[in-house]
């Protein structure tokens, strides 16, 4: 599944072409991915290169992520990183984990990511002896935002970066009637949207792609 950023396809094609989001070794994780029947709900490619500039511009050693899926992601995020920055990524589903660990061992990021299973915020306070971190990416659960981002508030530096992959809802954010399997959804993503903004915390805004990706550098 292909994600665009832009409504004309014409702009994201030159994008694509110009910057070349998805290399060889990309493209396997997801043809892995879908060889094991894991759902294609990776981030998209371009998103995957902002994750790896964003964490190469934050200078990032010691990153958390909240939804590793099968570790696009991730090696995404570890391709920005300093060379002995360590992920620690957290994901529910035993099988997904399973795949992830191969793909950063495949990554050549096997010493360097640390896959966490199980429900996300009971296994967080595991690895808050490591902290603070430099970055939090959530990208799970979306009923669960509000309580990653108290987390982030918590355990990233003053200067570390949260981000919120999915923060439109697909749309469903600003409509007056959302679908019903978003009904919970839309009150947790306004309530992160709008801690992460004016919640006195982080200095935060909205990157417009496909999906909106939301981000704040902590201030205090
Ligand atoms: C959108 S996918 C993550 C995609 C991944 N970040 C990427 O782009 O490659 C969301 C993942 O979060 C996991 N998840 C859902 N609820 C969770 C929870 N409470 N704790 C940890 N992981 C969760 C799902 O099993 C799924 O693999």
């Not at 992920?87 to 495949?106: G, I, Y």
């Not at 108290?150 to 999915?166: F, I, M, S, Y």
Request: proline fraction near 6%.
């Amino acid at each position: 599944m292909e994600k665009s950023f832009a409504a004309d396809p014409l702009l994201f094609d030159y994008v694509a072409e110009t910057f070349v989001p998805e290399d060889a070794t990309l493209k396997d994780i997801r043809a892995r991915m879908q060889a094991a029947h894991l759902p294609a709900i990776q981030v998209g490619a371009l998103d995957g290169l902002h994750l790896e500039v964003l964490a190469r511009a934050c200078g990032v050693r010691k990153a958390v992520e909240v939804g590793t899926l099968g570790g696009y992601s991730g090696v995404c995020l570890l391709r920005g990183m300093a060379a002995d920055g360590v992920l620690h990524t957290f994901e529910l589903d035993p099988k997904h984990a399973e795949v992830a660990r191969e793909t950063f061992r495949r990554a050549g990021f096997g010493d360097r990511a640390v896959v966490h299973v199980g429900p996300a915020r009971e296994q967080l306070a595991g690895i808050e002896p490591h902290g603070p971190f430099d970055l939090v990416f959530i990208d799970a659960d979306k009923t669960g935002y509000p309580g990653y981002l108290t987390w982030a508030e918590q355990h990233l530096r003053v200067g570390g970066v949260v981000l919120g992959d999915n923060a439109f809802l697909w749309g469903s954010i600003v409509k007056p009637l959302p679908p019903p399997e978003d009904a919970e959804k839309v009150p947790a993503m306004r309530a992160f949207n709008e801690r992460l903004a004016r919640g006195g915390r982080f200095r935060a805004t909205m990157l417009p792609t496909g999906e909106g990706l939301a981000m704040g550098v902590k201030v205090r």
